[in-house]
């Protein structure tokens, strides 16, 4: 029986944490320039597909706002204009962070940077440490 246990544990770790190809983040455009914030015309290019952030604020995350990010890409980024926090950019970035400053945040995990912060790429990760806890326990009675 803890054999079954213990490869039926290994086989879910291995499905939930196989990376997918590229990462997806939710884009929305600012209202306005942010002071001090610079993109690349090619990110600007292609937020200009996307509606305001204001919109998914109101709506919540759906398809529309996803993202399929460019190889290069590393994080998802949310960045907030310091002076009015409802103008905002969320975008993909090439920085491998997982962190927040201010009004910058990066996250390294497909549509973490969702309105909250709360996405299933976080319930994902939490139900694989719960079941790596329990398949332990369960080992080790």
Do not use: W
């Not at 937020?47 to 919540?60: A, Q, R, Y």
């Not at 950019?89 to 497909?110: A, P, Q, S, W």
Request: aromatic letters at 8%; proline letters at 4%; glycine letters at 4%.
């Amino acid at each position: 029986m803890r054999v079954v246990a213990a490869a039926v544990l290994m086989l879910t770790l291995m499905v939930v944490s196989v990376p997918s190809s590229a990462l997806e983040c939710y884009a929305c455009r600012m209202n306005r320039d942010i002071h001090g914030v610079v993109l690349a015309p090619h990110t600007l290019q292609k937020l200009s597909k996307f509606p305001t952030c204001d919109v998914m604020e109101k709506e919540g995350p759906s398809d529309k706002f996803k993202q399929t990010c460019a190889t290069y890409d590393r994080s998802c980024a949310d960045i907030a204009d310091p002076e009015d926090p409802t103008n905002r950019v969320r975008t993909c970035f090439i920085l491998d962070k997982d962190e927040c400053h201010n009004t910058v945040c990066y996250c390294t995990t497909d549509l973490c940077n969702t309105v909250g912060g709360q996405t299933l790429a976080f319930v994902a990760e939490v139900a694989v440490v719960a079941l790596y806890v329990l398949g332990s326990y369960f080992l080790m009675v």
